[in-house]
């Protein structure tokens, strides 16, 4: 079994930070990409930033140069600083693991249970 595991959510003002992680456990032998979606109501659910194991970094136009993407592979953490934080970046952030697991040696994504994110004055 795998355990995806979200923290770091809240209200913000326009303008503010936060950090989000997201750590994996359980029947875990490796982890390639880890990523962040988010989804705002009535809309359908977005990447926002994802890296893989090697580093590679992909972010989605609307956040690049304010949301920053990192990862602890010794601890299967994976983390997102977000600053100049915008109403628009209001969403429910989901954390996506794509991992090989030692359950039945398949390789998948497992989603975190989602945090809220609220930027308002």
């Known amino acids: 079994q795998v355990q995806i595991v979200e923290s770091g959510g809240g209200l913000v003002q326009p303008g503010g930070s936060l950090r989000l992680s997201c750590a994996a456990s359980g029947s875990i032998f490796s982890i390639y990409v880890m990523g962040w979606y988010r989804q705002a109501p009535g809309k359908q659910r977005e990447l926002v930033a994802d890296?893989?194991?090697?580093?590679?970094?992909n972010y989605a136009d609307s956040v690049k140069g304010r949301f920053t993407i990192s990862r602890d592979n010794a601890k299967n953490t994976v983390y997102l600083q977000m600053n100049s934080l915008k109403p628009e970046d209001t969403a429910v952030y989901y954390c996506?693991?794509?991992?090989?697991?030692?359950?039945?040696?398949?390789?998948?994504?497992?989603w975190g249970q989602g945090t809220q994110v609220t930027v308002s004055s």
């Open positions: 996506n693991v794509d991992l090989l697991s030692t359950k039945d040696w398949k390789r998948f994504g497992s």
């Open positions: 890296i893989t194991s090697g580093g590679n970094i």
